[in-house]
């Protein structure tokens, strides 16, 4: 192979690599929509309400346990981590609770059950969304 033949080749296998490194799909944060995470038994769950920054706790099942929801983020202000519980039962009202995050701020939600005030958290799942 001669010199010009040779360079042409790398050339183009350099080129081709490129074309296929620029066409690989891109991972990108969850679009900003409300995400609802429901707890392993379907018992309990935890909407987050992105226009408006609202977490909403739902008691779905009388099983004599509460549902715990947690909305974690971090932002220039540090990170963040809040609380929300209903313990009312089910078939009742949720518990609501509002947060001023950042436009565009990645937030995980997480939702558990548990038996009483300092049961145990148990049956979670966690989802993450956009602020």
């Given at each position: 192979m001669n010199r010009g033949t040779g360079r042409t080749v790398t050339v183009c296998a350099l080129g081709a690599a490129l074309l296929g490194a620029l066409s690989a799909p891109a991972h990108s944060a969850p679009a900003k929509r409300d995400v609802?995470?429901?707890t392993a038994d379907s018992a309990g769950s935890a909407t987050f309400v992105h226009h408006g920054d609202t977490l909403r706790?739902?008691?779905l099942k009388a099983d004599g346990r509460?549902?715990?929801?947690?909305?974690l983020w971090t932002d220039l202000r540090g990170s963040h981590h809040t609380?929300?519980?209903?313990?009312?039962g089910a078939g009742n009202s949720c518990a609501r609770q509002t947060f001023d995050i950042p436009e565009g701020t990645p937030v995980t939600i997480k939702v558990c059950l548990k038996k009483g005030p300092k049961g145990i958290q148990e049956k979670c799942a966690l989802e993450r969304a956009v602020a």
């Open positions: 609802t995470v429901r706790v739902c008691d509460r549902v715990v929801g947690r909305l609380l929300t519980e209903d313990s009312s």
